[in-house]
């Protein structure tokens, strides 16, 4: 059972969840968000000073500078609702795939094209953001597609080969789909993952059939 102080806890944050002013400010802090977004993929981070994005918005500066301290508070929050989304995006594909290493990396490497094709906007303008404020910790995402090559090296589904470099590697090709698609509007998205989950396996030398191991001279 639930302590009462846990109830009392509970139902305050959802009578503050509730209450209009509250709801109006989380609308407005995703506004300036989303502007932001749209102004640094359209016009280049260059241009996305604070005046410009709550103009953006349609809002105030000053109303900007209420939701966030500056513009690189802003920035992080960009980047953060990005790596929640596509962390839950990608988690949900990647557990409903069936249990061997061949099916998990390529719905690892299949979700995280279509993630990016689906929010190409949001991607490149935290790539833009990534580029002006430093480098993003890789090793978040490194271990567990490490991990999951090296899986498939134990029970024969792929070839053997360095597998943290291998898995940078992967990391940079996914990374490198955000650079291409904006300069390719016509590039059709299924043919795009398509071809990038088929180079993946051919690069990993993944056997056609999921579990079964690859045959060797």
């Known amino acids: 059972m639930w302590s009462k102080s846990r109830l009392n806890g509970q139902l305050r944050y959802a009578l503050y969840m509730s209450n209009p002013v509250t709801r109006t400010r989380k609308a407005r802090r995703e506004d300036l968000i989303e502007a932001t977004i749209r102004l640094i993929f359209r016009d280049g981070i260059e241009a996305a000073s604070l005046a410009r994005i709550a103009a953006e918005a349609g809002t105030s500066k000053g109303t900007a500078l209420y939701h966030f301290a500056n513009k690189e508070e802003l920035y992080e929050s960009v980047m953060n609702s990005l790596f929640e989304a596509g962390g839950v995006y990608m988690s949900e594909r990647i557990v409903a795939a069936a ?25 490149v303008a935290t790539q833009r953001i990534v580029q002006k404020t430093g480098v993003v910790e890789l090793d978040g995402a490194i271990a567990p597609l490490r991990s999951m090559l090296i899986a498939g090296q134990q029970d024969g589904s792929f070839e053997q080969f ?53 045959q060797r001279d």
């Open 162 to 214: 360095d597998a943290d470099y291998v898995a940078h590697s992967i990391r940079s090709l996914i990374d490198a789909a955000a650079y291409y698609l904006p300069g390719h509007p016509q590039m059709d998205s299924q043919r795009f993952i398509d071809e990038g989950v088929g180079l993946l396996l051919r690069t990993i030398g993944a056997s056609p059939i999921s579990g079964i191991p690859l």
């Open 99 to 123: 249990d061997t290493p061949r099916s998990k990396i390529e719905a690892y490497f299949e979700s995280n094209l279509r993630f990016i094709v689906e929010n190409l906007e949001h991607v």
